[in-house]
């Protein structure tokens, strides 16, 4: 069965870059039928598409949040990360990492999330 | 503000049928498959509803979903209280080249 679970840091500074890392079990990150990808949940807001990435190392980002992202893939390690450069409070959210159908677009399983707060 | 619309909230009694609809355009929902997602309070999302009308399994048959032109709709009958949750579609955005999705619906089972 796939499992993905989030790590990281659950509080980083203000300008500082937020971490994390999703570790997928029960399937292989180069299935080249499936993306990786991140979303987030602010407080009290909906999802956030953050980006996705394919195990060659293909990315596509939120324009939005393009300038400040970078999605990375270990494939010897069967996970993939995410960097978040100069947060701000407004990155205050909870986490997700999911896998990405290719193709016909849609997310599936989710990790349960992991909320990381931007606070000096 | 989302590229994709839907209404903040619905409500209805249990037992009773809602829809909640999924307004984008042509860059978006009309050129591609929409999913739809639930997160329950305090859970993870979960796929609910992918290539428009598909179940994934386990997802029981009293949700569907269906798309027409720019738009989506996500139904539910049969109503229970456990279906309160936040509901949410999604698409891929061909102008953006990045995926998308909507404001989300709370709903309520009164």
């Known amino acids: 069965q796939l499992q993905l679970q989030e790590s990281g840091p659950g509080l980083v500074k203000p300008s500082e870059t937020l971490s994390l890392t999703c570790i997928v079990s029960?399937?292989?990150?180069?299935?080249?039928?499936?993306?990786w990808g991140w979303i987030r949940q602010p407080p009290g807001k909906g999802l956030e598409w953050i980006g996705i990435?394919?195990?060659?190392?293909?990315?596509y980002y939120n324009p939005s949040l393009k300038s400040r992202v970078t999605i990375s893939v270990d494939t010897s390690n069967n996970q993939f990360s995410l960097k978040l450069s100069s947060v701000t409070a407004t990155d205050t959210a909870v986490y997700y990492c999911?896998?990405?159908?290719?193709?016909?677009?849609?997310?599936?399983?989710w990790g349960q999330g992991t909320l990381v707060t931007v606070s000096s | 503000q989302s590229v994709l619309t839907q209404p903040p909230s619905v409500s209805a009694a249990p037992g009773q049928k809602v829809t909640i609809s999924c307004s984008g355009s042509s860059f978006n929902i009309g050129n591609n498959y929409v999913s739809w997602y639930q997160r329950l309070p305090g859970t993870a999302p979960r796929l609910l509803i992918y290539e428009n009308n598909k179940r994934p399994s386990g997802i029981p048959d009293r949700f569907s979903g269906s798309k027409s032109g720019t738009s989506a709709t996500l139904g539910i009958t049969g109503l229970q209280t456990g279906d309160e949750a936040d509901y949410y579609c999604?698409?891929?955005?061909?102008?953006?080249?990045?995926?998308?999705f909507g404001g989300g619906t709370k709903l309520t089972v009164l």
């Open positions: 029960g399937d292989s990150i180069s299935n080249n039928s499936y993306f």
């Open positions: 999604g698409t891929w955005d061909s102008s953006l080249s990045a995926g998308v």
């Open positions: 999911a896998r990405f159908r290719r193709s016909y677009w849609w997310f599936g399983p």
């Open positions: 990435i394919l195990y060659s190392g293909i990315t």
